[in-house]
């Protein structure tokens, strides 16, 4: 094992991921729907432990699983209910299947595990909009570590300026404040050291929900493009978690 510049420990032994998959897809009108059948070889897992043969040293680092075999389901699901209320849903879930012998009692794991997300935009008087959208993904695993649940809603408003004005938007990510990650250690299999960990993670919108006022005008010719998601913020955080 040997550390990064930024002080994390890397694990020189890694081997690449090979992934193989087929894929069937269906749209119908605006709907889309997919199967995915998919097996990586060596998929690579961050934040697992291990310990050296003497037992008397504990690594936080990257491994190897053996294998994750994947049949995945997505769904993207619009609707215009009228001129003024548009929804829209998305799911992408399906059973996982995989096998690590990095612990010191290897294990194998099937589960089905799934996120979900939805949005509800509605068009007001005076050209102002406004969005309902949220996201929750199930428990799943990383590895060995079993993480539990997690989501948060989210909520904005814009309005529209006459001409090529541009727009204001004022946006609310995570309003329960529920965005907490937890971690479990020693839940799946035997660990390094028998050590049975819950790790919580407390991102910022924990204390308060972020706000965020932005004001948006296109130049040039593109202003089709200029409509934004009330809930781009919080798409930004997701991706952020993702991966951190």
Do not use: C
Request: aromatic content about 16%; hydrophobic content about 30%; overall charge positive.
């Amino acid at each position: 094992m040997r550390r990064n510049p930024s002080g994390y420990i890397e694990n020189p032994l890694l081997k690449p991921t090979i992934t193989d998959n087929i894929k069937l897809g269906y749209n119908y009108r605006n709907y889309s729907f997919s199967l995915l059948f998919s097996r990586d070889d060596h998929p690579i897992a961050r934040y697992q432990i291990t310990q050296r043969p003497e037992g008397n040293l504990l690594y936080v680092s990257p491994q190897n699983l053996d294998f994750q075999n994947n049949i995945t389901f997505q769904a993207s699901l619009p609707f215009k209910i009228n001129d003024w209320w548009t929804m829209n849903y998305g799911f992408v879930g399906g059973l996982r299947n995989f096998k690590v012998s990095y612990t010191l009692i290897p294990v194998e794991k099937t589960y089905f595990g799934y996120s979900a997300n939805f949005s509800q935009v509605f068009k007001l008087p005076k050209s102002f909009t406004m969005e309902i959208s949220g996201w929750y993904n199930a428990s799943s695993y990383n590895g060995s570590v079993k993480t539990r649940g997690f989501g948060m809603l989210n909520t904005g408003v814009k309005k529209t300026l006459k001409g090529n004005d541009g727009s204001f938007q004022f946006s609310v990510s995570d309003i329960l404040r529920t965005m907490q990650i937890n971690n479990y250690y020693g839940t799946l299999t035997t660990e390094a050291f028998s050590i049975k960990n819950h790790v919580a993670f407390n991102t910022e919108s924990r204390v308060s929900p972020i706000f965020k006022l932005t004001y948006f005008k296109s130049f040039g010719g593109n202003t089709g493009k200029s409509q934004h998601s009330l809930s781009s913020g919080s798409k930004d955080e997701a991706e952020r978690l993702k991966n951190n």
